[in-house]
T-cell receptor, first 117, second 112 residues
Framework: GENVEQHPSTLSVQEGDSAVIKCTYSDSASNYFPWYKQELGKRPQLIIDIRSNVGEKKDQRIAVTLNKTAKHFSLHITETQPEDSAVYFC????????????????FGKGTKLSVKP | DAGVIQSPRHEVTEMGQEVTLRCKPISGHDYLFWYRQTMMRGLELLIY????????DSGMPEDRFSAKMPNASFSTLKIQPSEPRDSAVYFCASSLVGDTQYFGPGTRLTVL
């Protein structure tokens, strides 16, 4: 089955710096890779996702890159702010072309990001 | 839309008691997922449904756990009998076509 490894487990940056979180997956058939942000005591919330037909996707200060050959994907946060402090989870899944899932989301163990003012 | 609704938000019970967690998915979503989150094990999928039918329950820890989805707008996760090691936050999530999942606020379960 799919296995997702996430690194680092903790990351501390100064406000304004960039943060990068990396994930690797084992199943080459996985084609959907979302990232979730979970603030303390709250639910995981989707912040960005990427599908295997795209190499990079950006949304304001957040970007995700995907390397299918190496089976890894990364989250990049630029100009970090204190409100970016949270736990970030990557995940992988297999989605059928016309919708529907071939399996569940497999989550990484999470990265606790701390942004110091 | 109100999003995914879960109840109760907090549950404290004694070992051996039955616990029932409830979830109302986003209207129109065909997929419903139950997760358990602990510090030690992270986010674990317990079971998921597609069109009210259980598809994968391989994550259910043991026979003490059961889940049902009697209709498209309601699901339950039951633990009987409960044990202290079941203490965790239980999330329900729903999805329109099985990709993007929207999580509920979670139920924090404490078993004494």
């Amino acid at each position: 089955g799919e296995n997702v490894e996430q690194h680092p487990s903790t990351l501390s940056v100064q406000e304004g710096d960039s943060a990068v979180i990396k994930c690797t997956y084992s199943d080459s058939a996985s084609n959907y890779f979302p990232w979730y942000k979970q603030e303390l005591g709250k639910r995981p919330q989707l912040i960005i996702d990427i599908r295997s037909n795209v190499g990079e996707k950006k949304d304001q200060r957040i970007a995700v890159t995907l390397n299918k050959t190496a089976k890894h994907f990364s989250l990049h946060i630029t100009e970090t702010q204190p409100e970016d402090s949270a736990v970030y989870f990557c995940a992988a899944s297999k989605i059928m072309i016309y919708g529907g899932s071939q399996g569940n989301l497999i989550f990484g163990k999470g990265t606790k990001l701390s942004v110091k003012p | 839309d109100a999003g995914v609704i879960q109840s109760p938000r907090h549950e404290v019970t004694e070992m051996g008691q039955e616990v029932t967690l409830r979830c109302k998915p986003i209207s129109g979503h065909d997929y419903l997922f139950w997760y358990r989150q602990t510090m030690m094990r992270g986010l674990e999928l317990l079971i998921y449904f597609n069109n009210n039918v259980p598809i994968d329950d391989s994550g259910m820890p043991e026979d003490r756990f059961s889940a049902k989805m009697p209709n498209a707008s309601f699901s339950t996760l039951k633990i009987q009998p409960s044990e202290p090691r079941d203490s965790a936050v239980y999330f329900c999530a729903s999805s329109l076509v099985g990709d993007t999942q929207y999580f509920g606020p979670g139920t924090r379960l404490t078993v004494l």
